[in-house]
């Protein structure tokens, strides 16, 4: 049985609720014949890609897809690129704010995911729902993360598929903020079962999406 660890965010800046931990931690035990394990991972440069490591090692999955919030975006958003780079609008959890930093010396100018992006955005679609690609992660957290599952991929294990998605803020996180769009908690799990699905059946990834 295919193994998949998928991640969510705590809380962050000024938000008292994360919609990628909530949607995560509500997803099913089993997607199309695969196993679901699932891990809150801080909102701190460094720990973050620390307690995913540890979790790739005691877990041996097949698969990492880590989900991240992006207040202002209006779908489910599979990247990409994970790039080189630490430069924080804001500090993280713990009060950390690097500029124009590289995330590893030694590393890569960027990682393309493994995942097939497009058939997820064409799953999230399908499913009704609002899904696009992006091409770029950030320079916070998010970007920070897939870019470290990347390079632990480069030089520890190979065989692993790992990639990210960013999803909406919350209908409770938007209620003072006219204009910003927001997707409900059961649609955020419904995309996520969706392109989970994509990445169990479909290896190859689409052409178009």
């Known amino acids: 049985m295919m193994k998949i660890l998928v991640t969510g965010f705590d809380p962050f800046g ?3 609720i994360n919609p990628a931990w909530e949607a995560v931690r509500r997803l099913p035990a089993t997607i199309a014949g695969a196993q679901i394990v699932t891990l809150q991972v801080p909102t701190v440069f460094d720990q973050a890609a620390s307690v995913v490591h540890a979790a ?3 877990e041996q999955p097949d698969v990492v ?4 919030q992006a207040g202002g ?3 489910l958003t599979p990247e990409r690129v994970a790039i080189n780079l630490n430069d924080a609008g804001i500090a993280d959890n713990q009060g950390n704010q690097p500029v124009d930093q590289p995330i590893q010396a030694d590393g890569a100018a960027a990682y393309f995911t493994q995942l097939p992006v ?3 955005v064409a799953a999230i679609r399908a499913a009704g729902l609002p899904g ?3 091409t770029t992660a950030g320079t916070f957290v998010c970007n920070h993360l897939m870019y470290q599952v990347q390079y632990q991929r480069a030089h520890e294990f190979p065989r692993l598929r790992a990639g990210f998605m960013h999803i909406p803020f919350l209908p409770s996180q938007v209620s003072a903020r006219p ?8 649609d955020d799990v419904r995309g996520l079962t969706a392109a989970i699905t994509a990445i169990v059946t479909q290896i ?3 052409k178009d999406a």
């Open 204 to 206: 190859e990834d689409e």
């Open 73 to 75: 975006r209006s779908g």
């Open 132 to 134: 696009y690609l992006s």
């Open 14 to 16: 000024k938000e008292t």
């Open 179 to 186: 204009g910003v769009p927001s997707l409900a908690l059961t």
């Open 56 to 58: 790739i090692v005691r």
């Open 118 to 120: 497009k058939a997820m």
């Open 65 to 68: 897809l880590d989900i991240g």
